[in-house]
C-alpha cells in the first residue's frame, strides 16, 4: 500500500521560509519520480517541482513562479523527498500536495501552507 505523508507546513510570514517533507512507503521509492504540487482556494492544482530517480540524473523542474526560490531534494536512504520554500510570499499560500508517480499515480494528504504578515 503506497502511503505519502506531507509535514512541515505552517504560517510564516512574507520574506520566510519553510521546508516541507514527504515520507514515502510501499514503493521502492529511488525509482519513482517525485512531484510537488500546491492549490490555492479557487485554484486548479499546479505543479510546484519535480525530481526524477537518482538513476536518472536527479533532474529537477520547478514552476516559473518558484524558480530561484524554492528547491526540490530526496534521500532515497531515508525514502523522503523535501521541498525547500525560500523567500516566500503571500501567494505561495496554499495546500501542498507530494505526488509519486507510481503506475497509478499516488497522493499524500496535503500540508498547509499559509504566507501572512
Known amino acids: 500500500q503506497v502511503l505519502l505523508v506531507e509535514s512541515g507546513g505552517g504560517l510564516v510570514q512574507p520574506g520566510g521560509s519553510l521546508r516541507l517533507s514527504c515520507a514515502a512507503s510501499?514503493?521502492?521509492?529511488?525509482?519513482?519520480?517525485m512531484r510537488w504540487y500546491r492549490q490555492a482556494p479557487g485554484n486548479e492544482r499546479e505543479l510546484v517541482a519535480a525530481?526524477?530517480?537518482?538513476?536518472?540524473?536527479?533532474?529537477?523542474t520547478y514552476a516559473d513562479s518558484v524558480k530561484g526560490r524554492f528547491t526540490i531534494s530526496r534521500d532515497n536512504a531515508k525514502n523522503t523527498v523535501y521541498l525547500q520554500m525560500n523567500s516566500l510570499k503571500p501567494e505561495d499560500t496554499a495546500v501542498y500536495y507530494c505526488?509519486?508517480?507510481?503506475?497509478?499515480?499516488?497522493w499524500g494528504q496535503g500540508t498547509q501552507v499559509t504566507v501572512s504578515s
Open positions: 505526488y509519486a508517480r507510481t503506475p497509478s499515480g499516488s
Open positions: 510501499g514503493f521502492t521509492f529511488s525509482s519513482v519520480t
Open positions: 525530481i526524477s530517480t537518482t538513476g536518472t540524473g536527479g533532474t529537477t
